[in-house]
């Protein structure tokens, strides 16, 4: 979601600077890449580029086709086939070993319902989303592009000829899933899902809660900050949190907004404000509650609780990570924040945090396509 929230500034802004841009889009991978289908970036006709597609070895080459789609404004397909040993011929050196097809669309603004715009409609609510987006593996075809929405709530398509692929969408909606999926005569779609961005409440305004704020800014999460200490609750000290609120763990929920993209860590090295604050938060539908501190004050926790209730189920028990982070031997708060980071990134993309070198299969999902001649 930040790659989406940083497009959508950099567009704002070359809009009040009249400048004219283009979307490129990740549409189809075959084989290896560094980006997955919906990375995405904007280019402006004078070369400024925010987001990627690439971990930098296309960006050069698509900066230029960007810049004459947009003196063409005609949406098309550029594919770079970096399983050929003579990948010289596109000007870069890849060595992924895929086929990237990348969509090139000229942004019209005018238009209320360009891609830019559909973005900022999932990047304004927060809820989940499915966004649609249509390209043809034939370079020559019609290439028509990222073309509607669907959330819980709404859909919008670009024209009514669409509407039939509504099923499909909330289906996938539904499944919490993305996928490409191939039609005939090349014709192709690109149904990505994109959750809101992660919320991390983090419950406790010490200095070690700082560290933990700046990484998962660096990660565009919507950050919020709780303690019961009004001069450690304090925007000056934790200036890139979206909110900051002063509160008794019994007030929390009548504060907070929390959701099953929400990641809760408990740290306010106050054992009993500690333990109010997870009764609370014990029943809503975050993911994940990490608990700073060792085994015997989570068990200690753990027994209070089922003693005086509410009893700990096992649901709710599979949600609660204590002692919180990853082991990696964190000992200062920054190396704690680092591990910490890491694990809520893994529960929520459901993997388990080991080292890549012990992985079977493939780091992304691959979506296979059949080849159109």
Known sequence: ????????????????????????????????????????????????????????????????????????????????????????????????????????????????????????????????????????????????????????????????????????????????????????????????????????????????AQPLMEMASLLGWNIVVVDGRPSYATQQRFDKADEVIVAKPKDILSQLYVDEQTAVVLMTHNYNYDVAALKQLINTNCNYIGILGPKKKLHKMFDELNEKGPVIDDEQLSKIYGPVGLDIGAETSEEIALSVIAEIKAVFEKRNGASLKERATEIHERSLIPHHE
Request: hydrophobic share 40%; aromatic share 8%; charged share 25%.
């Open 1 to 208: 979601m930040k790659e989406l929230n940083d497009i959508i500034l950099a567009y704002k802004k070359a809009v009040l600077q009249n400048k004219k841009t283009a979307l490129v889009t990740v549409v189809h991978v075959e084989g290896s890449s560094y980006r997955r289908p919906g990375a995405r970036m904007l280019v402006t006709e004078d070369g400024e580029i925010t987001g990627a597609i690439s971990g930098g070895c296309l960006e050069g080459d698509a900066l230029r086709k960007a810049r004459f789609a947009i003196f063409q404004q005609k949406n098309k397909i550029e594919i770079y086939d970096t399983t050929d040993e003579d990948d010289l011929k596109f000007g870069v050196q890849l060595g992924c070993n895929g086929i990237v097809y990348l969509l090139f669309e000229p942004i019209q603004d005018d238009n209320l319902n360009n891609p830019i715009n559909l973005l900022k409609k999932i990047a304004e609510q927060r809820k989940n989303a499915l966004l649609l987006t249509l390209f043809n593996l034939d370079k020559n075809a019609v290439q028509q592009g990222t073309c509607g929405f669907v959330n819980e709530d709404e859909h919008i398509f670009i024209n009514e000829d669409l509407k039939p692929l509504i099923i499909e969408c909330n289906d996938l909606l539904a499944g919490k899933s993305s996928e490409t999926k191939y039609y005939e005569r090349g014709f192709c779609a690109l149904f990505q899902f994109i959750p809101p961005a992660i919320r991390l409440i983090i419950i406790g305004a010490g200095n070690d």
